[in-house]
């Protein structure tokens, strides 16, 4: 089964920059779109950003598009979420995912927690106004 280890969180002030990292275990890194949601306290988890599976197609949480992009190394079998001009609404424990489908299709892009189906277990990311 897959594994997957996030890094990169930290205490930052607004406007500042992170670089989150994702490493994944298994064969197969290659063929599933991956995914970064977020959950702050008391809050639901939340979609953030996700990409296909070769990198072709990204989507974003309209709120972080212009300041967060993802990206993927397939060779190091590694996901990346670098976040600029941090806010502290930014604030949250940030999970990597990866999606249920052994697809490249655009389709399994997808924003739905319920649609990945393993988890890392989280970096928390703190913004301070």
């Known amino acids: 089964q897959a594994q997957l280890v996030e890094s990169g969180g930290g205490l930052v002030q607004a406007g500042g920059s992170l670089r989150l990292s994702c490493a994944a275990s298994?064969?197969?890194?290659?063929?599933?779109?991956m995914g970064w949601f977020r959950q702050a306290p008391g809050k639901d988890r939340e979609f953030v950003a996700v990409i296909s599976a070769s990198g072709g197609y990204t989507n974003y949480k309209d709120s972080v598009k212009g300041r967060f992009t993802i990206s993927r190394d397939n060779a190091k079998n590694t996901v990346y979420l670098q976040m600029n001009s941090l806010k502290p609404e930014d604030t949250a424990v940030y999970y990597c995912?990866?999606?249920?489908?052994?697809?490249?299709?655009?389709?399994?892009?997808?924003?739905?927690?319920?649609?990945?189906?393993?988890w890392g277990q989280g970096t928390q990311v703190t913004v301070s106004s």
């Open positions: 995912a990866q999606g249920r489908a052994m697809s490249d299709s655009y389709y399994y892009a997808s924003s739905r927690s319920s649609d990945y189906n393993y």
């Open positions: 298994g064969r197969t890194f290659s063929s599933y779109v």
